[in-house]
């Protein structure tokens, strides 16, 4: 049997009847943008999150890059970033004109290296944008400290951990502000591209809803020169339905990252993820391992009808669009060898037993 890598359809066809009544109801109301929708769906996900605000935006780049700009992070300013993400993380800083301050993960669980973070701040410093990556919450205690001291911008990259928390908070709320992605394939995911803020910065939500909006508070009355960034009403409605089975899909994520997790420990060569504080609880969007032979591996895998993805083949600091940085092999070798070892494992609330099954014992036949 293959085993998909995510089956995104099978949101659908689990939800089917709600999601067509959504439709139907958004298509009936003749209001597509900046409606009762959208409305609705930032109160919602505010709650979710633990904060006072959200504000729906296009993407999650347009997500990062208007909270930055909201927060009045431009040209001149450091902002520092991990090694070993996606590139949408950098690419936020550079379109606020910003000078991005790359440091190295942590070698257990490729997240931000707190320590390489605090090192990395100068007085230019205006902004650290750790990622919860993979679904694995950072641990903010450290990062906080440092904040209260000098006034730095926390911005939570958390396109990837919908519903992770550290202790009884949730991702969303542990910085100044956050920046989600709901990309079809995210633990929420739309039917097309969305992002959103959250914060409980009443002054940033104000701002980053004028810039989503072409920098118009009001129709017409554009005081700033903002973007075309509005969460649609369609995808709001679904996000709305999709948000009321979030918690129960990541328990189903769970479920599977603990089999592994279980199943795979005692495997040669095979480093599984690391969880980043005792306190956390991660939404698992991916299930990383790490192998030195990882391309054999994955066609290993893929003979036995094993999908697998890498994330991410090909550090942000070596890839041309950043050389101009002027970064070189071994800058920063462990979110090196993370591109050179990782490989993602099937995942999702749709993945059966029989199917985990399969991906297990496919991974052992190769280790044995």
């Given at each position: 049997m293959?085993v998909?890598?995510?089956?995104v359809?099978a949101?659908y066809?689990?939800?089917?009847?709600?999601l067509?009544d959504d439709?139907?109801?958004?298509?009936s109301?003749?209001?597509?943008?900046?409606?009762?929708?959208?409305?609705?769906?930032e109160?919602?996900?505010a709650?979710?999150?633990g904060v006072r605000f959200a504000?729906?935006v296009g993407?999650?780049?347009?997500?990062?890059?208007?909270a930055l700009e909201?927060?009045?992070v431009?040209?001149?300013?450091?902002v520092?970033?991990p090694?070993h993400?996606?590139?949408?993380?950098w690419?936020?800083?550079?379109?606020?004109?910003?000078?991005?301050v790359?440091?190295?993960?942590?070698?257990?669980?490729?997240?931000?290296?707190a320590?390489?973070a605090?090192?990395?701040c100068?007085?230019?410093t205006?902004?650290?944008?750790p990622?919860?990556l993979?679904g694995?919450p950072?641990?903010?205690?450290?990062?906080?400290g440092?904040?209260?001291v000098?006034?730095l911008?926390l911005?939570?990259?958390?396109?990837?951990?919908h519903?992770?928390?550290?202790?009884d908070r949730s991702?969303?709320?542990l910085?100044?502000a956050?920046?989600?992605s709901?990309?079809?394939a995210k633990n929420l995911?739309?039917?097309?591209d969305?992002?959103a803020i959250?914060?409980?910065?009443?002054e940033l939500a104000?701002s980053?809803?004028r810039?989503?909006?072409y920098?118009?508070?009001a129709?017409?009355?554009f005081?700033?020169?903002?973007h075309n960034?509005?969460?649609?009403?369609?995808?709001?409605?679904?996000l709305?339905?999709k948000?009321?089975?979030?918690v129960?899909?990541n328990?189903?994520?769970e479920?599977?990252?603990r089999?592994?997790l279980r199943?795979?420990?005692?495997?040669?060569?095979?480093?599984?993820p690391g969880?980043?504080?005792?306190e956390?609880?991660p939404?698992?969007?991916?299930?990383c391992?790490?192998h030195?032979r990882?391309?054999?591996?994955?066609?290993h895998?893929s003979a036995r009808?094993v999908?697998t993805l890498?994330h991410?083949?090909q550090?942000?600091?070596?890839?041309?669009?950043?050389?101009?940085?002027?970064f070189?092999?071994?800058?920063?070798?462990?979110?090196e060898?993370?591109a050179a070892?990782?490989?993602?494992?099937?995942l999702?609330p749709?993945?059966?037993?029989p199917l985990?099954?399969q991906?297990i014992?496919?991974?052992?036949s190769?280790a044995?």
């Amino acid at each position: 049997m293959r085993v998909p890598f995510l089956d995104v359809g099978a949101a659908y066809t689990e939800l089917a009847d709600e999601l067509n009544d959504d439709f139907t109801r958004v298509m009936s109301s003749g209001r597509y943008v900046l409606g009762a929708e959208l409305e609705a769906f930032e109160q919602e996900f505010a709650h979710f999150c633990g904060v006072r605000f959200a504000v729906g935006v296009g993407n999650g780049l347009d997500a990062l890059s208007i909270a930055l700009e909201a927060r009045g992070v431009g040209p001149g300013d450091e902002v520092i970033v991990p090694a070993h993400t996606f590139v949408a993380t950098w690419l936020a800083v550079t379109r606020v004109g910003a000078v991005i301050v790359p440091v190295d993960v942590d070698p257990r669980s490729l997240l931000i290296e707190a320590s390489a973070a605090v090192a990395a701040c100068t007085s230019r410093t205006a902004a650290i944008v750790p990622v919860h990556l993979y679904g694995n919450p950072v641990d903010f205690s450290r990062l906080e400290g440092l904040a209260d001291v000098s006034g730095l911008f926390l911005l939570e990259d958390a396109a990837q951990a919908h519903g992770a928390a550290i202790g009884d908070r949730s991702v969303g709320s542990l910085g100044d502000a956050a920046g989600f992605s709901f990309y079809p394939a995210k633990n929420l995911g739309a039917f097309g591209d969305g992002g959103a803020i959250a914060t409980d910065d009443e002054e940033l939500a104000t701002s980053a809803r004028r810039l989503r909006n072409y920098g118009a508070p009001a129709k017409y009355e554009f005081i700033e020169a903002g973007h075309n960034s509005r969460l649609d009403e369609l995808q709001a409605a679904f996000l709305r339905t999709k948000l009321r089975v979030l918690v129960e899909w990541n328990k189903r994520r769970e479920l599977v990252a603990r089999r592994y997790l279980r199943e795979l420990e005692s495997l040669s060569d095979v480093t599984l993820p690391g969880v980043n504080s005792r306190e956390a609880t991660p939404a698992w969007h991916v299930f990383c391992i790490r192998h030195p032979r990882r391309d054999a591996l994955r066609a290993h895998l893929s003979a036995r009808g094993v999908e697998t993805l890498v994330h991410y083949p090909q550090p942000p600091h070596l890839s041309p669009a950043f050389a101009h940085l002027g970064f070189s092999e071994g800058s920063f070798p462990v979110a090196e060898d993370a591109a050179a070892t990782a490989v993602s494992l099937p995942l999702g609330p749709h993945l059966n037993e029989p199917l985990v099954t399969q991906v297990i014992d496919a991974i052992a036949s190769f280790a044995s």
